[in-house]
């Protein structure tokens, strides 16, 4: 049996946990540049604001029934998701962390599936503040609509099916809601007659395999509750990249350079933090598409390294030599970015005879900033290359105190009594 832990409004409720009174209230957490809405309480929902609407036109409406707006604050969502794993991780050493609000998790033998259920809600709950809702089957693809009932059609949010309960559990979820049927799958299922879970559930795998291929012949067999797909490890990227659109259309090479230094600070850290180093670097930048009445520009550049590295003052260095290279005047930069590609994990560097790019006294600097920053908070040290002011970065000018994650931003308790 397995079970999908999945966070309820995952970013509006980690909002929450730090402002009670919100609790039933509206609330919505916008995209970068606060322009989209990509976070929806159950109450907005109801407003019938769809996800990834733009702001503007929904603004308005949600005035009209004081909506609460906050900006994307990645550091606490990321920080509470961390503490939410772990603490999943204690009561299920078999676990997959599927994305950054789920998490799939297997029973190793027979147990008391609500008991076990309720207990963890429970503790999430209590231990950090964010509410879930659990769907547990006998395979994982059962799990996942099992947790979609959990969220829609019962008050205690747990919903468990048994290998002989099956078919009620999919008369409950829509075809669009399996996992793994996309929008063009679905299209392609209902001019084959299939309109309904049960209705893929019931197909003959072998005739699916023959029509749409191996891995919707393992879906239905998912649905059918034989499992093909176990828990997967977490595998380290092959590819770390960072970008972002700016604030505003960026003219000059210098804030350009300074953008791109703080993309190389954030996917070194990420490359140190699961141990790999790079052996390539991409840069690349862009105008704004939507923007016509500017000449549109876009480019990347490419380099190899001979040494893997992960040295975040090297790789700004090597960055603005490329950035010089696809830099044009007179055009207006929208988006820019960098990607590390080619990943290695650090124990399988062979380095060359020569002296290599990042000797001992520089590999200590590069520690003791890390910790610095891992104590201290985000940027709390870095590099002049990365500038002090960062107008470009993104608008967030809803964004709530990053509470779990900086020093000077720690929530404030009273008290007095």
Known sequence: MYALIDCNNFYVSCERIFRSDLINKPVVVLSNNDGCIIARSNEVKQLGVPMG?????????????????????????????????????????????????????????????????????????????????????????????????????????????????????????????????????????????????????????????????????????????????????????????????????????????????????????????????????????????????????RNFIEMNFDTPTNDTGHLIHIAKQLLKQIYREGYRYKKAGVSLTGLIHESAVQHQLLPCIMPAPRKRLRQLLDNINQKQGRNAVYFASQGNHRTWMPNCNCRSPRYTTQWNELYLVDATY
């Open 53 to 297: 609407a733009p702001l503007f036109q929904y603004r308005t409406l949600l005035e009209k029934y004081h909506t609460t707006i906050f900006s994307s604050n990645y550091q606490l969502y990321a920080d509470i998701s961390r503490r939410i794993m772990m603490l999943i991780k204690q009561y299920a050493p078999c676990m997959e962390v599927y994305s950054i609000d789920e998490a799939f998790i297997q029973f190793e033998s027979r147990t008391d599936y609500f008991a076990f259920a309720s207990h963890l809600k429970k503790i999430i709950k209590q231990w950090i503040g964010v509410p879930v809702s659990i769907g547990i089957a006998p395979t994982k693809t059962l799990a996942k609509a099992a947790n979609y009932v959990a969220k829609n059609n019962t008050s205690n949010g747990i919903y468990i099916c048994l290998s002989k309960q099956i078919s009620l559990l999919l008369k409950q979820v829509p075809l669009s809601e399996i996992w793994g049927v996309g929008r063009n799958m679905l299209e392609q299922f209902k001019r084959a007659g299939i309109t309904t879970s049960l209705n893929l559930q019931q197909r003959c795998s072998h005739q699916i395999q023959k029509k749409y291929g191996v891995v919707y012949q393992k879906l239905v067999m998912e649905l059918k509750g034989q499992s093909f797909l176990p828990l997967e490890n977490i595998q380290p990227k092959q590819k770390i990249m960072s970008s972002r659109s700016f604030s505003y259309e960026i003219i000059h090479f210098h804030e350009l350079a300074e953008a791109i230094a703080n993309f190389i600070s954030t996917a070194t850290k990420k490359a140190r933090s699961q141990k790999s180093m790079a052996t390539g670097l991409q840069v690349f930048v862009r105008t704004n598409r939507f923007n016509q009445k500017s000449p549109q520009y």
